[in-house]
């Protein structure tokens, strides 16, 4: 990448900096400022990683799955985008993929990752 | 209208305070050197010409060497003539001068882009034209999915109309994109960065206006 295009994203890698270095398989939690009228609150999404998308770019984004009443729900979040409040980093799992999307067509026992120990 | 010549670094995405991504392209802008301002009663028109990006001397006509060395200053690569460069600049614009992207645009600008559109090669009319093709792919149709089809009356009138459209070439053509923002300006290193994507590949010319 031009050097002259890391003098624009530099300001980012800060942010970068701030959150807990996560990957497809791990659950964290993410806390997400959301804007009603003037009012600000914080809204938590906690669920396994999917994946990291364009990864080491300004365009980064994750998907993170969580099953709630039965229905499985995914967001994707950009990674450095203002609206991120936090991320917290709840287990590690140990996946040998780098995309789970067979956790989609899985429910309960099936679905359940292994804890990586260090 | 008022412009600076640059050229294309590359793309990337910044967040505004919303937290929308914008994609945006990178473009290093100038510093341009006024090398002739034309007047009503020389030209019969006004304009300025900018010079952008060094040139080997020994690259450079005698005719063009002697233009530069009107402006004192080295040969450069590519000449550009903004007609009416806007009233604000009338002071500053002399032969010689150099003109910076800080001077010219402010942030939340919105500025035309110029340039070079990527070479497509020998494309067909669906990719060309944005031509239907045919549209079924069974019902015994078999090998003219992205044909044009009909390129007019056998009969009447007997003949293909000039200019219609069909396969050639595609891309390398000036293109101008209108109404991008200027998201940022960065005067110390000549870098402006606006918003959306610009034609052509990287390195190649870029032309902004407002």
């Known amino acids: 990448?031009?050097?002259?295009?890391?003098?624009?994203?530099?300001?980012?890698?800060?942010?970068?900096?701030?959150y807990p270095s996560f990957k497809a398989g791990d659950t964290?939690?993410?806390?997400?400022?959301?804007?009603?009228?003037?009012?600000?609150?914080?809204?938590?999404?906690?669920?396994?990683?999917?994946?990291?998308?364009?990864?080491?770019?300004?365009?980064?984004?994750?998907?993170?799955?969580?099953?709630?009443n039965d229905i499985g729900i995914e967001r994707i979040f950009p990674l450095l985008s203002p609206n991120i409040a936090k991320i917290e980093l709840i287990r590690k799992g140990s996946v040998r993929?780098?995309?789970?999307?067979?956790?989609?067509?899985?429910?309960?026992?099936?679905?359940?990752?292994k804890e990586k120990l260090k | 209208m008022s412009g600076i010549i640059g050229r294309k670094i590359g793309m990337t995405n910044v967040f505004d305070e919303e937290g929308i991504s914008i994609a945006c392209t990178l473009i290093e802008a100038g510093p341009c050197v006024v090398t002739q301002v034309k007047d009503v009663e020389t030209d019969g028109y006004k304009s300025v010409q900018l010079a952008y990006d060094e040139k080997k001397e020994k690259r450079t006509s005698k005719a063009l060497k002697g233009h530069f060395n009107k402006a004192k200053t080295s040969p450069k690569k590519q000449v550009v003539e903004f007609r009416n460069f806007r009233e604000e600049f009338?002071?500053?614009?002399?032969?010689?001068?150099?003109?910076?992207?800080?001077?010219?645009?402010?942030?939340?600008?919105?500025?035309?882009?110029?340039?070079i559109s990527k070479g497509k090669g020998f494309q067909g009319v669906v990719k060309r034209h944005h031509f239907k093709g045919v549209g079924d792919k069974t019902h015994g149709?078999?090998?003219?999915?992205?044909?044009?089809?009909?390129?007019?009356?056998a009969s009447y009138p007997a003949r293909v109309f000039k200019g219609m459209k069909m396969a050639g070439r595609m891309?390398?053509?000036?293109?101008?994109?209108?109404?991008?923002k200027v998201i940022k300006i960065i005067p110390e290193e000549d870098l402006i960065l606006i918003s959306g994507s610009v034609p052509g590949s990287k390195n190649s010319t870029i032309i902004l206006e407002k």
């Open chain 1, 1 to 18: 990448m031009s050097e002259l295009i890391k003098l624009i994203e530099q300001e980012y890698a800060e942010i970068r900096k701030k």
């Open chain 2, 90 to 115: 009338e002071g500053q614009v002399a032969l010689g001068n150099t003109i910076k992207v800080g001077e010219i645009f402010k942030e939340n600008d919105y500025v035309d882009a110029i340039g």
């Open chain 2, 171 to 180: 891309g390398g053509d000036r293109v101008k994109v209108l109404n991008l």
């Open chain 2, 141 to 153: 149709q078999h090998n003219r999915l992205r044909a044009p089809g009909s390129i007019g009356g």
């Open chain 1, 97 to 113: 993929r780098a995309r789970l999307y067979y956790l989609r067509g899985r429910q309960g026992k099936a679905a359940r990752i």
């Open chain 1, 28 to 68: 964290i939690n993410v806390h997400v400022k959301i804007k009603e009228g003037n009012k600000e609150r914080i809204q938590q999404f906690q669920g396994t990683v999917l994946r990291r998308n364009n990864k080491s770019t300004n365009g980064e984004t994750f998907t993170v799955r969580k099953v709630s």
